[in-house]
């Protein structure tokens, strides 16, 4: 059974560093394509940041590009974004998602699973 299992999210202040955090299982994670994407309240789903399956190429939308950083780490199968000096328009739910074939992801939906989410709000 394929399982991304989202947390680390919370009520995060301007200026402040959060981390997320994408535990995988039931896939090979080494060979899949990770992602993250968000959905604010009453708007679609936004891609967030890409990262290659073995982590070598990155990309990220440019309203994050220079605050967030997404990496991986393919001996326990987990992937994380970091958070830096987030803004009121980052707050979002924010779900890992695994692309296992096809290619580069072109957008938001071009995945294969999604987790459940995390709920970034950031309120000063």
């Known amino acids: 059974e394929v399982q991304l299992v989202d947390s680390g999210g919370g009520l995060v202040q301007p200026g402040e560093s959060l981390k997320l955090s994408c535990v995988t299982s039931?896939?090979?994670?080494?060979?899949?394509?990770i992602m993250w994407v968000r959905q604010a309240p009453g708007k679609g789903q936004e891609w967030v940041s890409s990262?290659?399956?073995?982590?070598?190429?990155?990309t990220y939308a440019d309203s994050v590009k220079g605050r967030f950083t997404i990496s991986r780490d393919n001996t326990d199968n987990t992937a994380y974004l970091r958070i830096d000096s987030p803004k009121s328009e980052d707050t979002a739910m924010y779900y890992c998602?695994?692309?296992?074939?096809?290619?580069?992801?072109?957008?938001?939906?071009?995945?294969?699973?999604r987790g459940q989410g995390t709920q970034v709000t950031v309120s000063s």
């Open positions: 998602a695994a692309k296992f074939w096809g290619g580069w992801p072109s957008g938001a939906n071009d995945y294969h699973f």
């Open positions: 039931g896939f090979i994670f080494s060979s899949s394509y």
């Open positions: 990262i290659s399956p073995d982590g070598s190429r990155t």
